[in-house]
T-cell receptor
Framework: AQSVTQLGSHVSVSEGALVLLRCNYSSSVPPYLFWYVQYPNQGLQLLLKYTTGATLVKGINGFEAEFKKSETSFHLTKPSAHMSDAAEYFCAVSEDSFSSGSARQLTFGSGTQLTVLP | DSGVTQTPKHLITATGQRVTLRCSPRSGDLSVYWYQQSLDQGLQFLIHYYNGEERAKGNILERFSAQQFPDLHSELNLSSLELGDSALYFC????????????FGSGTRLTVV
């Protein structure tokens, strides 16, 4: 079974400071990993994803994440926070077993609420 | 606009009632997933349909059911509603074999009173 742990349900950073949101996963097969962002009263928007290949993944809005297999981590970073980054962020894992007929549902972490202070 | 359309956006109903939530996937997407988001449970996978067939069930109550129609839109039926069913219900769609990831709709906020 797959699972995701997001360390820190709330993270506060100052505008212009580094953003680091932590995510650790558990998966019995090579995982697909995702970060989603949710703004108030909106759906989830895909920020970035890791499937195969380069372990450093760049996404939208200046975010990036690095897949570290040895640490089972997929932390999200952004060098300089902007007020518009304030939102809830979800890490998710999928065991892509479509070829075996299994569903490709995503398992989400519990989310991290990011607050950006002026 | 993500391309995934969910209706209605808001729904208020009484306990014991039945409601239907509707989802139109993004053009070309064959898979539809339903998720429930609540404060205490977070994002919980309910059910997955692919091209009209049920593929997987998650934490879906027996009072809940879903189907995907030939035109690929999907409906989630919630019956005998309880206060605890109040939540955001999201639909997402995906294109298989393209590296995963979903496109989410904006959700239906269900309030049971």
């Amino acid at each position: 079974a797959q699972s995701v742990t997001q360390l820190g349900s709330h993270v506060s950073v100052s505008e212009g400071a580094l953003v680091l949101l932590r995510c650790n996963y558990s998966s019995s097969v090579p995982p697909y990993l995702f970060w989603y962002v949710q703004y108030p009263n909106q759906g989830l928007q895909l920020l970035l994803k890791y499937t195969t290949g380069a372990t450093l993944v760049k996404g939208i809005n200046g975010f990036e994440a690095e897949f570290k297999k040895s640490e089972t981590s997929f932390h999200l970073t952004k060098p300089s926070a902007h007020m518009s980054d304030a939102a809830e962020y979800f890490c998710a894992v999928s065991e892509d077993s479509f070829s075996s007929g299994s569903a490709r549902q995503l398992t989400f972490g519990s989310g991290t609420q990011l607050t950006v202070l002026p | 606009d993500s391309g995934v359309t969910q209706t209605p956006k808001h729904l208020i109903t009484a306990t014991g009632q039945r409601v239907t939530l509707r989802c139109s996937p993004r053009s070309g997407d064959l898979s539809v997933y339903w998720y429930q988001q609540s404060l205490d449970q977070g994002l919980q996978f309910l059910i997955h349909y692919y091209n009209g067939e049920e593929r997987a069930k998650g934490n879906i109550l027996e009072r809940f059911s879903a189907q995907q129609f030939p035109d690929l839109h999907s409906e989630l039926n919630l019956s005998s509603l309880e206060l605890g069913d109040s939540a955001l219900y999201f639909c997402a769609s995906s294109r298989e074999r393209q590296g995963g990831g979903y496109t989410f709709g904006s959700g239906t906020r269900l309030t049971v009173v």
